[in-house]
């Protein structure tokens, strides 16, 4: 009969070759558990799967996570839909399985600054990730930054096959600033890329009916609006402020310069 001690090598040698890592770090503590719930074998071995899909889950979470390049911690679960009324929080919710993702749909978010449209974004890319997607998260103006440059380094099409990868690509705050007519055009070129193959969220402060002053070109932009909101969720948030909820309630405004703002 082989050694204990032989075979408790052998299985942690193996389970490293497999690349099973959390159970060759956790199997001292399941075995111990399983001897003292008397588990059958097969209950073992749904325990030790588990286990490691729960692991590989995790990690691949976190990886996603870092990938999408998130500019801060947010989540849904901390989202005030009672702050703001007009958000849908059922269709977030339904947003949130990834089921958009499958028919490449896209979301927009409508609403002046400080109404939460990137708290969600980064919230809902968060969810998405957990659902099995990949995602990346950039402002408009680093993302046609990062065009402008890969053009006139000749590496466009390069830069485009890039941003055309994610499943999600979110893309935050377009029409703070208005585009240069080539930055305009650049920006058509992605969206006709992600058309029907991938998934767009962007959250704007500006209307559609504002947006041929947004592109500097009306023909351009309803061109892209063709796009984006032909397999669309649309969303207008309308609200007070967080941060000015969040002044007023450290006494840095008061309620009468509030509605001055």
């Known amino acids: 009969m082989t050694s204990p001690t032989i075979v408790r090598a052998r299985v ?9 890592s959390a159970l060759d770090e956790r199997l001292d503590a399941l075995l ?3 001897a003292r719930k008397e588990q059958t074998f097969l209950d073992f071995l749904d325990t030790l799967l588990t286990e490691e899909l729960s692991s590989k889950q995790r990690k691949r979470v976190t990886m996603g996570i ?11 679960d901390e989202f005030d839909f009672k702050f703001q009324p007009s958000v849908d929080a ?21 609403g002046p600054p ?47 096959r890039f941003y055309a990868k994610p499943k ?28 029907e193959k991938g998934s767009l969220l962007i959250t704007t402060n500006q209307l ?16 892209i609006l063709d796009r984006l909101l032909h397999h669309s969720h649309t969303m207008v ?14 006494g840095l405004v008061s309620p009468s310069n509030t509605k001055a703002e």
Do not use: C
């Open 237 to 250: 948030i309308q609200g007070e402020s967080y941060r000015l909820k969040q002044k007023r309630r450290a």
């Open 12 to 20: 942690a040698d193996s389970l490293r070759r497999l690349y099973l």
């Open 168 to 195: 999600l690509l979110i893309i935050d705050e377009l029409g703070y600033l208005p585009f240069e007519k080539r930055s305009a055009h650049l920006f058509f070129q992605l969206v006709a890329r992600r058309y």
């Open 208 to 223: 559609v009916t504002h947006w041929g002053t947004v592109f500097g070109d009306e023909v351009l932009a309803a061109a």
């Open 114 to 160: 400080g109404v939460g449209k990137t708290h969600l974004a980064i919230g809902l890319g968060r969810a998405i990730v957990e659902a099995g997607h990949s995602v990346l998260f950039e402002s408009a103006t680093a993302l046609l930054g990062a065009l402008a440059r890969a053009e006139a380094e000749g590496k466009l099409d390069e830069k485009l």
């Open 32 to 34: 111990s558990e399983a």
């Open 90 to 110: 059922k269709l977030m919710r339904e947003l949130a399985t990834g089921r958009f993702i499958a028919n490449a749909e896209n979301v927009i978010l409508f």
């Open 66 to 76: 870092s990938i999408a390049h998130f500019p801060t911690v947010k989540t849904l």
